[in-house]
Antibody, heavy 123, light 109 residues
Framework: QVQLEESGGGVVQPGRSLRLSCAAS????????MHWVRQAPGKGLEWVAV????????YYADSVKGRFTISRDNSKNTLYLQMNSLRAEDTAVYYC????????????????WGQGTLVTVSS | QSALTQPASVSESPGQSITISCTGT?????????VSWYQQHPDKAPKLMIY???NRPSGVSNRFSGSKSGNTASLTISGLQAEDEADYYC?????????FGTGTKVTVL
C-alpha cells in the first residue's frame, strides 16, 4: 500500500536551517511528481513546492522562494525539503503529498499524503 | 498567490444538503478546470474528494459533487452525515503552482 512518511521536524531558532525527508513506499516513486504542503497550527493548508517526477523542474510558493529547496533521490525513494533562513511564520506541520495519477493519467490534485512533521521556529 | 476565498463555516442538519463556495480569480479558478476539494478531519491528513472540478476519485461517496461557474467553484454534500463533519479545502492549479482555499468548517447539527 502507498505510504509517505515525513521526518526531520523539530524546534529550530529563527534564521537556522532544517531538512525534512519524506520516505515513500508502495508505489513507483520515480514516476510521480511530489509536493510539500504545510499547515500552520489552527490554520489552513498552504502549498509550498513541487518537484517533477524526474527532478527536472521545481516550483515554489512566493513565501518560500529563495529560502527553501525541494529535491528528491529516486534511488532512495525519498523526497526532501531543505529549509534555510527559517522564520516564525514557517511554523507548521509539513506534509508531503503525491500527485494524483490513476490509470496512467495525471491530474492537478494530491491523492496520498503523509502524516506530517511539525516544524516550530522559535527562539 | 492569494488564498481562494471560502466561507469560514457551514452548518446543517443530518440528511440535508450544503454547498461550499470557493472564489478565486481569472488567474486560477476561472482560468483552469483544475479545481480539487479536500476533506480534513482533526489531526488527520487531507483526503482528496473531488478533482478537475467535478470528478470523484474511486471510493469517494457520490453524495459529494463539484461544479464551477466563472471564478467560483462549489462543493455540494447531499444527505449530510455525521462523518461529514470536518474542514474542507478547495484548491486550484495556477501556472506551475497550487493555491488552496481558506477552508470551511462543516458542522452537522
Amino acid at each position: 500500500q502507498v505510504q509517505l512518511e515525513e521526518s526531520g521536524g523539530g524546534v529550530v531558532q529563527p534564521g537556522r536551517s532544517l531538512r525534512l525527508s519524506c520516505a515513500a513506499s508502495g508505489f513507483i516513486f520515480s514516476s510521480y511528481d511530489m509536493h510539500w504542503v504545510r499547515q500552520a497550527p489552527g490554520k489552513g493548508l498552504e502549498w509550498v513546492a513541487v518537484i517533477w517526477y524526474d527532478g527536472s523542474n521545481r516550483y515554489y510558493a512566493d513565501s518560500v522562494k529563495g529560502r527553501f529547496t525541494i529535491s528528491r533521490d529516486n534511488s532512495k525513494n525519498t523526497l526532501y525539503l531543505q529549509m534555510n533562513s527559517l522564520r516564525a511564520e514557517d511554523t507548521a506541520v509539513y506534509y508531503c503529498a503525491r500527485r494524483y495519477c490513476p490509470n496512467g493519467a495525471c491530474y492537478n490534485a494530491f491523492d496520498y499524503w503523509g502524516q506530517g512533521t511539525l516544524v516550530t521556529v522559535s527562539s | 498567490q492569494s488564498a481562494l476565498t471560502q466561507p469560514a463555516s457551514v452548518s446543517e442538519s443530518p440528511g440535508q444538503s450544503i454547498t461550499i463556495s470557493c472564489t478565486g480569480t481569472s488567474s486560477d479558478v476561472g482560468d483552469f478546470k483544475y479545481v480539487s476539494w479536500y476533506q480534513q478531519h482533526p489531526d488527520k491528513a487531507p483526503k482528496l474528494m473531488i478533482y478537475d472540478v467535478s470528478n470523484r476519485p474511486s471510493g469517494v461517496s457520490n453524495r459529494f459533487s463539484g461544479s464551477k461557474s466563472g471564478n467560483t467553484a462549489s462543493l455540494t454534500i447531499s444527505g449530510l452525515q455525521a462523518e461529514d463533519e470536518a474542514d474542507y479545502y478547495c484548491s486550484s492549479y495556477t501556472s506551475s503552482s497550487t493555491v488552496f482555499g481558506t477552508g470551511t468548517k462543516v458542522t452537522v447539527l
